[in-house]
């Protein structure tokens, strides 16, 4: 007998997040696609207010599933988004790449190493999902490398964290003059976890769970 | 020319990160360990309000810090947080372990992989410092397997996040009679960056960055 009283079905748990979590907040003027990514991120964060932090451009979410279906990248900037990406969902077998990896430790670099593993990937990324959770210097990177003519993205999930550069970079990413479709999370708030939850919304392409 | 203006240099990223979060929270009723892992926990989530919701217990810090530098093993419970985990701050080249890694998909099982793994890595639970970012059930699993006698981790860093039993499970933590070192966020919030934060701190020792 556990001394404690408690879900332990993964079903239920699951059946039962959703529940409260569409109890909570309002998806209404999210489009299908967009509001499982929206409940996907609270879900993921365990705060229902992030829903009102989200900024979108117009057809931005469907755009992302479209290209997973096709069979699009996923560029993810750190290990941690990878690993939260949720390889059964993906439609495709689609390839899951992290920036970070592309510029391995111990080289002299001018900036950071994650932004400097986006600039390598630079082939990988016209087309691609790209997943930002942690490093607001790779999101920067992106969009200069866009900006200096490199191919677009299907879409930034931009979802860097911290105190120095992460609002500044989606606002920078919201503002953007390029075509870049976008999903992200303003202000200080974001993280891996979000920026995973994003991708296996997009890979599963309906209402969790 | 970067049609952005950002701060780029890691090292300085760092400290202005830190130098904002050392002026928004205060740290002053902790000690000098636990000051460390609060503001990496406020670091990895961007939220200086997390320091309020902080629940420990006298010395877990420090056991935890101990326990690190003496080898003790690494339990998590989902390899998002073993991700997040860095490997060159380890004091001892102390081994990471997950829990849902211990339990491979596709086995019939009446509870959560996450909590099956948890029990099937009972050998290794005495003395580790156990990571939970995500499952609450791996949490109540961990204690009730104390509870019926297992040893006692040297820390449990309970940071399971969402909406069904992540607030009741770090709850149930805090309330433990078991003896069980622990340092906690309560509420729905939490995350495996948190988690694995809180590991980096200890292995650290002091403040960052």
């Known amino acids: 007998m556990s001394p404690y009283d408690y879900l332990c079905d993964p079903a239920a748990i699951g059946r039962r997040s959703f529940e409260i979590i569409r109890t909570e907040c309002d998806f209404s003027r999210l489009t299908p696609v967009l509001a499982s990514v929206a409940e996907r991120v609270v879900h993921a964060s365990g705060m229902p207010d992030v829903v009102s932090d989200l900024r979108f451009s117009p ?36 390839e899951v790449l992290v920036a970070l990896d592309a510029c391995p430790p111990g080289e002299a670099l001018s900036g950071t190493r994650s932004a400097a593993g986006m600039e390598r990937l630079s082939g990988r990324i016209g087309g691609a999902v ?34 120095v550069g992460a609002a500044e970079s989606k606002e920078a990413l919201v503002a953007n003059g390029l075509g870049i479709p976008y999903v992200a999370l303003s202000g200080r708030r974001g993280g891996s976890a979000m920026a995973a939850a994003a991708v296996n919304a997009l890979a599963l392409g309906r209402n969790a769970p």
Chains 1, 2 share one sequence.
Do not use: C, H, Q, Y
Request: charged letters at 15%; glycine letters at 12%.
């Open 130 to 163: 790209i997943a930002i959770g942690n490093a607001p210097t790779a999101l920067f990177r992106l969009l200069e490398m866009v900006a200096a003519g490199a191919p677009k993205p299907a879409l930034v999930l931009g979802f860097p964290v911290g105190f």
């Open 59 to 94: 057809g931005a979410a469907e755009a992302g599933r479209e290209a997973l279906l096709s069979g699009a990248a996923i560029v993810a900037d750190v290990r941690m988004v990878a690993a939260g990406v949720t390889r059964s969902l993906l439609p495709a077998g689609n």
